[in-house]
């Protein structure tokens, strides 16, 4: 959990949890349908920017 990836898909979990929330308070319980795409696509996007993260990490410390 305690890497950029894991950090990563934590990030847009709870991004698009809260959005969801906020969707959930302003246009009712219609919003619902829509989480478990939010939840799937947070962890694809977040894995995938984590990894990224990793790779620039990498080497921007070889050049530091």
Same mark, same amino acid.
């Given at each position: 959990i305690f890497s950029s990836v894991g950090f990563s898909? $934590?990030?847009? !979990?709870?991004?698009?949890?809260v959005q969801a929330v906020i969707a959930f308070i302003m246009l009712g319980?219609?919003? $619902?349908?829509? !989480?478990p795409i939010l939840i799937l696509s947070a962890i694809i996007t977040g894995v995938i920017i984590g990894f990224l993260a990793k790779i620039l990490d990498k080497k921007i410390k070889t050049f530091f």
């Open positions: 898909v $934590l990030g847009a !979990l709870t991004h698009n949890l319980s219609g919003i $619902l349908f829509y !989480l």
